[in-house]
């Protein structure tokens, strides 16, 4: 059965601090895998996806995620956070058609102090 | 930008009317979806659609309805809003091969 696993309900970090969120998903086929980020009270923005090729991939606002075959992950990453990007993060799993329809992780909420 | 537009960002609904939300794309997209989202159940599908007139049903269909009339327009209908309906809802489209875009939601309060 495909599903998306966010283990951290919430995390927080100081300004400044590198970030790492946790995404770790089951899915039967060649999964499509996407981190989308949402502010409070707007819709789901997306900052990066992954079809094939480099498993290193580079999104908006300085984010990156790292797909790993072998353990079924696909972490997302920033050097250095900014207190615009305390919000909260989906990883979503779709198949080959091109995600037409996804399936959503639970979400994880970032805090970001001073 | 693919713009997705939901009409209402909030509406509150008294138990037993009919609710419309409505949503408009205007990037041409195949591919229509409504979603709602709760605290800790992340995002769940409610209906989508590839096709104008056409629908299918996501994982939680029971209780609410779709009409495509449009290809630019997907609309929900929860024919007898209950309080158990509360949630904030989003919409998103994709055309093929592309990512979802959503709209900023809307939050149903049926009292």
């Known amino acids: 059965a495909q599903s998306v696993t966010q283990p951290d309900i919430h995390i927080t970090v100081s300004e400044g601090a590198s970030l790492e969120l946790r995404c770790n998903y089951s899915?039967?086929?060649?999964?499509?895998l996407f981190w989308y980020v949402q502010s409070p009270g707007q819709g789901l923005q997306l900052l990066l996806k992954?079809?094939?090729?480099?498993?290193l991939v580079q999104g908006i606002k300085g984010f990156e995620a790292e797909f790993k075959r072998s353990q079924s992950s696909f972490n997302l990453r920033k050097p250095s956070v900014h207190w615009s990007d305390a919000a909260e993060y989906f990883c979503a799993v779709g198949d080959q058609t091109g995600a037409n329809n996804l399936f959503f992780g639970t979400g994880t909420r970032l805090t970001v102090i001073p | 930008d693919v713009k997705v537009t939901q009409s209402s960002r909030y509406l509150v609904k008294r138990t037993g009317e009919k609710v419309f939300l409505e949503c408009v794309q205007d990037m041409d997209h195949e591919n229509m979806f409504w979603y709602r989202q709760d605290p800790g159940l992340g995002l769940r599908l409610i209906y989508f659609?590839?096709?104008?007139?056409?629908?299918e049903k996501g994982d939680i269909p029971e209780g609410y309805s779709v009409s495509r009339e449009k290809k630019e327009r997907f609309s929900l209908i929860l024919e007898s809003a209950s309080t158990n309906q509360t949630s904030m809802y989003l919409c998103?489209?994709?055309?093929?091969?592309?990512?979802?875009?959503f709209g900023n939601g809307t939050r149903l309060t049926v009292t």
């Open positions: 899915y039967g086929a060649t999964p499509y």
């Open positions: 998103a489209s994709n055309g093929v091969n592309s990512p979802l875009h």
């Open positions: 659609s590839y096709d104008v007139k056409m629908k």
């Open positions: 992954y079809f094939s090729g480099d498993t």
